[in-house]
């Protein structure tokens, strides 16, 4: 059996990537041209990357987390902001962000052991809720960057909207040369 690169997430509303879409644009328009935008229709909220992973193990990780997941409240969170990693001066990834509740994290945490628990192992960097809208180029000139984090500092992002979380989904990414492309292999709802 081969290995499937995975992640499990939270996937947006049309009208929460239509906004995404506007900022994106906006950006464009104040002469951005250093950033590979991330399409729209991919961006969703990443919970738990599990890299490449073989499919007995994605198996038996369906199987423990559709009770896990269930025994998690639906929640709301809103979407607002603009920032950068590492940050608006040294922009590598520029995203949006969150105004999370403390139920996502929880929901995180719970998925994050149940991966652990099933031998999958988890990036040892703490998680960050966002959307990633974009990557900076690698091939950036140094007055390109400092246009960009000018309008990062620019461009205010107010309340986009709000999401519900009612459902995960395990998703399957598949890299081509004009972008991945995610399948859902599970969907996990949340109680209520």
């Not at 997941?69 to 040294?90: C, D, E, K």
Request: glycine letters at 6%; hydrophobic letters at 45%; proline letters at 6%.
């Amino acid at each position: 059996m081969t290995d499937n690169r995975a992640f499990l997430a939270i996937e947006l509303s049309q009208d929460i990537q239509l906004h995404l879409r506007e900022v994106q644009q906006q950006l464009s328009e104040m002469g951005i041209r250093c950033v590979r935008w991330v399409s729209t229709n991919n961006i969703h909220l990443t919970l738990q990357f599990l890299g490449e992973t073989p499919r007995a193990k994605l198996d038996q990780l369906t199987l423990q987390l559709k009770p896990v997941v269930a025994a998690q409240a639906v929640f709301s969170f809103q979407v607002q902001g603009l920032g950068a990693f590492p940050n608006t001066h040294r922009p590598r990834v520029i995203w949006i962000g969150l105004q999370a509740p403390a139920g996502l994290a929880t929901l995180q945490n719970v998925l994050e052991n149940s991966v652990q628990s099933v031998g999958i192992s988890v990036e040892d960097r703490p998680f960050s809720p966002h959307l990633t809208l974009g990557r900076v180029k690698r091939e950036a000139a140094p007055s390109e960057i400092q246009n960009l984090s000018l309008a990062l500092d620019e461009l205010k992002v107010g309340i986009l909207g709000s999401i519900t979380v009612k459902i995960v989904t395990l998703f399957r990414s598949d890299l081509h040369p004009d972008g991945p492309v995610y399948t859902a292999m599970a969907y996990f709802p949340l109680r209520g």
